[in-house]
């Protein structure tokens, strides 16, 4: 038995296929053509399709407006038989994951009423969410109660598996029957038919498991394949079964199989076999009566093509397909086979067997109408590779598809509890054709999706767009709805006319030729006005534009007379460099005269109630509406116009985000309906498109990132290390991403006096016990560590007035020496990426070694690998922890020795890459060690491996050179895919047509499967955060962070903390920053049984052993769109905390919850909302473009734009919606005493972006205070394997003088030109964003600065010949500092400037 019962417990793992899909369908093609008109009279003459199908609209008389989830109704399922007579009456309560079965289980019902003589059938069914809602979920409680059996199906979301379990367990033993089919374990142990049950579920081997093995071996079948061959083979288990046994297992696997099967017929034969054999009142009525013989399931095979249209159900092979469509359907249909483009598309099979197929109907129609061929195709399990496989390739070998549509909105292989991406991926790049993955709506209603801000439904989007998109699915496009009272899907009539268009265009870019193909490159300007066209993160645009002109020339595509150097290009679109976006100096490509405009944009209109009518003063002439840019042949470089805010700086203070200028909206009509792009490039991180007002994911009609792409091919260059907004341009403005590698981070080293105080540090080295001459250098180091500003970052550095060395003894001359060491050890070791990178330049060597020195101080435990800087210490008796913590308390002793580390494990890893350099400083090609002769005969004669040589020579002779080994040979893996070059193949690829293989984006010292980049960048699993090891190292980072916090404030705990996550960030740490504000609230994530994280639970105080801080989260918009299950998680868990009855001295989550529930005369519970962003569809605080574009009043302002755009809750009460709950983040924050923020990449630090300091409340907080007091300013820095948390204004100087201030740095940066002016300022602007926002700049750094730029006569002409109008806007940025009290200068200084601003003017003007 404990065999058969694993087998059954195996086979239900087959079953996804029952209720994970829905639909759309429109008979509305936009270009009339002969094929459209045919295909539409061949399905409305078709039996396959009734008139009333074709004209259902999409209604929901049930749903509520509010933008709330599942307001449907589960009394629309409910089936009471009308005359049952003296008939004993069956109750059924069912509960399945989406609607398709309703229909088939109310007909089943209907049809035994009506003609059963042994029973009657009271039928009600539930949807899984609709169980959130207290009224339907007491309902259901009371209908389990006196229910004879339940059935579930697909119960996979946890906190509802656990609602559903809570019911039914208490009720198993009094219910006649539980019928569970694939679900998650602890639903499938609910199982109980006769004798047969799940209880040990998945714990016994048994000749099941032999039996797939074999399977697996003879036919490489996947495991659901090999299950649905096991179903067929089930007689042959059973009969070794006890007969009794064997009768129960038979009705559970024969219940399975009608389940499968899906039609009235089928459910009608479930119910009527688990009725007379299980339900205590039908057996007692049957006695001496004959039992109803079941018909046999009727089952479609497992996998087939489908046509809604053709004379068989189902074809088996391709050819056999072929043969109807192709000469029989095409004609009919005014398809020319011969020259149409075919689409493949793949269907769930229980929509074919409930015939819930209508918006699978529609798609196709519109396909065909388009005079595409199409092959439907579907699999009885959630494995679509088979059927892939199978059906989509020729006799040849060849693929005879040119795109593929997925309608299930599945990962290809798997469902929503298992998937093998790497599979998936494997048989898509085969295939390699476009591959799009649209998603039914299954939580929710039509109206509920179109009323909500969000749009789909979170739990939806992690499991069908999320994950497909790790397969290298692109555009979730929402193509159907389900309609309220019938639970049938119903086509989204507009959405799948993008759909078949959209499909189509990526069709023509597999079969046009190359020289006949437009495409549209899009750069960015940003902010505008300044100098700042060809805008990109650490990406040299116009460069890399010569690179993809050069390639496109190379492949066959007509570049017209394109020049061949950066500078003219530049020069052609620009028309002088100079430009200001503003002027007519940018080259105009086109004039859009307004009734050509009105005419050729549909929702022009609607941009009026922001913009008033066309043309508006953005991107106009006063007349027409222009399009900046040049046309080369059939390539076409376009500037994308700003978002607007300068035009008026007070839509920054709005809530909500404003539409697209009329500007914007021209060039995107432009690009798809004038020049008529088969493609548009977007062409770096980022631009403003996937940023437009809109739903956050699942666009509709009125979303502007929809209306503007509309039906136009997107391909994103957007940079490796931003997975969260490249998938925010994945998602919302339907663009496939080719990810392209940030400059190569490097040691930031020293300059002027800190390049001198370490030169002081090494001669005090050798000199220490002279006391001559030792107390003498260390006067000069402190005299010297004063002149370079360190005072306020080394605790206790001595006065200059008063201290003389020679009057302390040698162990206090060590430690105010090791103090200074530890400091500037700390600049000079700062990874810095220098310059910019230019697309299709791989790494030099010197640069990979820069990267894999960082990628081997890492210790990666999960893959058994120490990191370089461990096994060296460990060779001299020391744990490198040890060794940072001693570095960081400026022990002499520790940061030598740390400092000797660092340059061991940097000529160890030169070592290694030394081998494969070619003789112009290039890694060509990896020579693998051990491949090599030398190598070989080394190791016979007891040679050393090369790096622990190097090692070795540098000072650690004991070094163990077999623990060496695993990480050499994984950066021997990394080095070939640093020096890797995919990024143009990967752009020509999207561009001709093909699917790029997919890969996760982030930091690549943190996770090298970055790399190679050029692939299409994904985000994670939301699910998968936080990671065990994630919430180990926040445990470790709170736990630090408060005892410094408490040590600060003698021994008392902060009571609140605010912080901000970002969407980045924690895909780079898998949650690091999620788990620590967990941590603080004293909570923890916890895995379901599928190893989802989707619950929390409250840490005992005695475990806890301190008190609960409160805590106040201001996540980013991209956060909010990426991660709102989490932002469930950290609700659920904080009211968890506020509702737990503890002391308030314990607790102060609860403690300020109940003084602001009385504040607001609302419940603890509402009180206690703690998560905040912006609306949905909105992005930032605007602080940061306030500042940038210098249209802010002061400071009050920007605080009120912060607190107007940020106080958003999201309540895990009401999932469908960010409330504005201004108020509520205002009396949140009052409490605060601490703001906190998370620094995790050296590539992107607190003034490269401005996103940082536009998210920080330091200053908000102060002003909201009761008593004025500024909290402190927190900054955790995981960059290094050396994690500490310092000051915001330890931060802030640490990164000026790294970067600004910085000779390598500045001077990298000018190497590029152009864009190394503009990057300087940038850097500039934002330092001052952190004096307005935190007032966390010392004096020294402007001052600094203006030295470095401005008093240096031949840096300032640099500067002025490069880029004017960046060297304009840096004057104006140290004028302002200094007019807003951020700067105290000279009054020489500031008339120097003021000169110099004229002089630029000047300049600009021609004057």
């Known amino acids: 038995m404990a065999s058969f019962k694993l087998a059954a417990a195996a086979l239900l793992t087959v079953g996804f296929s029952t209720a994970w899909q829905t639909t759309r369908t429109s008979f509305a093609p936009r270009t009339i053509q002969q094929s459209a008109i045919q295909t539409n009279a061949l399905y409305r003459n078709s039996n396959a399709v009734s008139r009333s199908t074709l004209n259902m609209v999409v209604s929901d008389p049930t749903a509520q407006k509010g933008g709330m989830f599942t307001a449907s109704n589960a009394e629309n399922r409910r089936i009471v038989p009308e005359n049952p007579g003296d008939r004993p009456t069956m109750k059924i309560v069912y509960v399945v994951l989406e609607s398709q079965y309703q229909s088939s289980m109310t007909a089943a019902a209907k049809r035994i009423n009506a003609g059963s003589d042994n029973m009657a059938v009271e039928c009600v069914g539930y949807l899984l969410e609709e169980l959130r809602n207290e009224e339907a979920f007491e309902s259901f409680k009371k209908d389990v109660a006196d229910a004879n059996v339940f059935i579930g199906s697909l119960i996979f979301v946890q906190e509802l598996a656990e609602k559903v379990t809570e019911v039914v367990e208490p009720l198993r033993d009094q219910l006649d029957a539980v019928l569970v089919f694939p679900s998650m374990p602890e639903v499938m142990r609910l199982n109980k038919v006769g004798s047969f049950t799940m209880k040990n579920l998945g714990q016994s081997k048994s000749v099941v498991a032999d039996f797939m093995k074999k399977k697996k071996q003879d036919d490489g079948s996947s495991f659901e394949e090999g299950m649905l061959k096991l179903l067929r083979t089930l007689p042959k288990v059973l009969k070794f079964l006890p007969s009794d046994k064997a009768a129960d297992a038979r009705t559970f696997m024969m219940s399975f199989q009608y389940w499968l099967g899906g039609s009235p017929e089928n459910l009608e034969s479930l119910l009527l076999m688990v009725g007379q054999d299980y339900v205590g009142p039908v057996k007692e009525s049957m006695q001496g009566k004959e039992k109803v013989v079941m018909e046999e399931p009727v089952l479609l095979p497992d996998k087939a093509i489908w046509h809604p249209v053709a004379p068989d159900i189902v074809f088996e092979n391709n050819e056999s397909y072929f043969n109807w469509y192709n000469t029989e359907h095409c004609p009919d249909a005014g398809i020319d086979p011969k020259t149409a483009p075919t689409i493949g598309i793949i269907l769930q099979k229980s929509h074919i067997n409930t015939k819930d197929d209508t918006h699978y109907v529609s798609l196709i129609s519109e396909l065909e109408s388009r005079g595409a061929r199409v092959v439907p195709i579907y699999s009885g399990g959630l494995d679509f590779s088979g059927p892939v496989e199978e059906y989509y390739y020729g006799a040849n070998g060849k693929s005879i598809v040119d795109t593929v549509i997925n309608l299930t909105g599945f990962a290809l292989v798997g469902g929503p509890a298992s998937q093998d991406h790497k599979k998936a991926a494997k048989v898509l790049k085969k295939l390699n054709v476009p591959y799009m993955c649209a998603v039914p709506l299954v939580f929710q209603s039509f109206e509920e999706w179109q009323s909500s801000e969000l749009g789909l439904h979170p739990i939806q989007v992690a499991l069908q767009v999320s994950l497909p998109e790790i397969d290298g699915a692109i555009e979730p496009i929402i193509y159907a709805g389900r309609e309220g009272a019938t639970g049938r899907s119903v086509p989204l009539a507009d959405r799948v006319n993008l759909l078949a268009d959209r499909a189509m265009k990526w069709s023509n870019l597999r079969v046009k030729e190359n020289k006949e193909k437009k495409i549209a490159v899009t750069i960015f300007s940003f902010p505008p006005d300044k100098g700042n066209v060809g805008t990109a993160a650490y990406l040299d645009v116009f460069d890399s534009i010569k690179a993809v002109l ?58 009026e109630e922001n913009w008033g009518p066309a043309p508006g003063n953005l991107n106009s002439d006063g007349q027409n509406l222009v399009v900046y840019g040049k046309q080369f042949g059939n390539i076409f470089i376009g500037v994308q116009p700003s978002f607007g805010y300068e035009g008026d700086p007070m839509r920054l203070l709005f809530a909500k985000s404003a539409s697209p200028h009329h500007g914007f909206a021209a060039y995107y009509t432009y690009l798809e309906k004038i020049f008529e792009a088969d493609a548009v490039l977007h062409f770096g991180t980022h631009g403003s498109l ?27 260059l957007y940079a490796a290390n931003n997975p969260s907004e490249a998938t925010i341009a994945k998602r919302r403005s339907y663009s496939a991403t ?5 400059p190569p981070a490097e040691n930031a080293g020293l300059y002027k006096g800190l390049k001198e105080l370490k030169e002081l540090i090494s001669s005090y080295q050798g000199l220490r016990e002279n006391e001559a001459r030792g107390p003498a250098i260390v006067n000069s180091i402190v005299s010297t560590a004063w002149t370079c500003n360190l005072d306020k ?27 200074v060491y530890a400091q500037i050890m700390q600049i000079e070791s700062r990874l810095l990426p220098c310059g910019l990178h230019t697309v299709g330049v791989p790494p030099t060597a010197e640069e990979a070694i820069a990267t894999l020195v960082n990628i081997a101080q890492l210790d990666r435990p999960e893959d058994g690998i120490e990191g370089i800087p461990r096994v060296i210490a460990a060779s001299v008796g020391r744990d490198i922890n040890e060794v940072y913590r001693g570095n960081n308390q400026g022990i002499l002793t520790d940061v030598e020795l740390n400092e000797k580390v660092v340059q061991a494990s940097r000529a160890a890893v030169r070592a290694l890459v030394d081998q494969s350099t070619d003789s112009n400083g290039r890694v060509k090609e990896v020579k693998n060690f051990f491949d090599e002769a030398g190598g070989f005969f080394g190791g016979l004669i007891g040679a050393k491996k090369p790096w622990t040589q190097a090692i070795i020579d540098a000072g650690f002779p004991d070094v163990n050179e077999e623990r060496l080994a695993p990480v050499f040979g994984y950066i021997e893996f990394c080095l070939k895919q640093v020096v890797a070059n995919n990024e143009l193949p990967g752009i ?20 090298p499967d970055v790399l190679p980049t050029g692939r299409n960048m994904h985000a994670l699993d939301p699910s998968s955060i936080p990671t065990q090891a994630a919430v180990e190292v926040a445990e470790d980072v709170v736990r630090k962070l408060i005892e410094k916090l408490a040590d600060e404030n003698d021994g008392k705990y902060p009571e609140s903390i605010a912080f901000t996550l970002w969407g980045t960030d924690n895909i780079k740490t898998y949650g690091e920053s999620l788990a620590q504000v967990l941590a603080l609230v004293g909570v923890r994530p916890v895995s379901d049984s599928l190893g989802r994280v989707n619950k929390v639970e409250l840490i005992p105080l005695e475990t806890l052993g301190r008190p609960r801080i409160d805590v106040v989260v201001s996540c980013s918009g991209v956060f909010r769109d990426l991660f709102i299950n989490q932002m469930n998680l950290m609700d ?32 603890i519970r509402e009180a206690a909302c703690r998560v905040f962003s912006n609306s949905a569809g909105s992005y930032s605080a605007n602080v940061g473009l306030a500042i940038e574009n210098g249209g802010w009043e002061d400071e009050s302002q920007l605080q009120e734009q912060f607190l107007t755009r940020k106080g958003f809750a999201f309540n895990a009460d009401k999932p469908g919606m960010m409330e504005q709950q201004a108020d509520l983040f205002k009396s949140a924050l009052k409490t605060v005493d601490v703001t906190f923020q998370n620094l995790d ?25 009761d008593d004025k007091k500024k909290p402190m300013s927190l900054m955790a820095d995981t960059t290094t394997a050396n994690a500490q948390v310092r000051t915001l204004g330890e931060t802030v100087r640490l990164d000026a003088r790294t970067k600004l201030l910085n000779p390598k740095f500045y ?55 490069t880029n004017p109008n960046a060297f304009r806007d840096m004057v104006t940025t140290f004028l302002e500092a200094n007019g807003r009290g951020y700067w105290e200068t000279s009054e020489e200084n500031i008339e120097r400037l003021q000169e110099l601003y004229a002089e630029v003017e000047d300049r600009i003007e021609g004057v």
Not at 989 to 1006: C, K, S, T, V
Not at 1248 to 1263: L, R
Request: hydrophobic share 35%; proline share 6%.
């Open 1132 to 1163: 659920r868990g904080i009211k968890m905390a506020a509702e737990a009855d503890e002391p308030l001295d314990q607790n102060f989550v609860r403690a300020h919850a109940i003084e602001q529930a009385e504040e607001l005369s609302v419940s």
């Open 738 to 742: 080719v990810s392209y590698l940030t």
């Open 690 to 716: 996937e940023f437009m007002p809109g739903k956050q994911v699942g666009m509709s009609g009125q979303c502007y990132p929809d209306r503007l792409i509309n039906s136009l091919p997107s391909a994103y």
């Open 550 to 607: 050069k390639q496109l020339k190379k492949e066959g595509y007509d570049v017209g007379d394109a020049p061949d150097s950066k500078e003219a290009i530049m020069e052609s679109v620009l028309n002088d460099p100079e430009a200001r976006i503003n002027s007519p100096e940018l080259n105009v490509a086109y004039r859009m005269n307004t009734e050509e405009y009105y005419e050729l944009t549909p929702y022009a209109k609607d941009l």
């Open 793 to 819: 970052d080394i605790e206790d550095l001595p006065s200059l007035d008063t201290f003389d060395a020679k009057t302390e003894t040698v162990e206090r001359r060590d430690d105010i020496t090791g103090k």
């Open 1241 to 1265: 990449s050296s590539e992107i630090s607190i003034t490269d972006v401005s996103h940082y300091y536009d998210s920080d409340p330091t200053k908000v907080v102060q002003g909201l205070r």
């Open 988 to 1007: 020509m690829e999207l561009l001709n047509g093909q699917f790029l293989m997919p890969a996760p984006g982030g930091d690549p010292i943190r996770n």
């Open 1307 to 1361: 001077e990298g940066m000018l190497s590029t030109g152009y864009e190394g002016v503009r990057e300087i300022q940038k850097r500039l602007r934002n330092t001052m964003g952190w004096s307005a926002t935190a007032g966390e700049v010392d004096n020294f750094v402007f001052e600094d600065a203006n030295s470095v730029f401005i008093d240096d006569p031949e840096m300032q002409q640099r500067l002025l010949d």
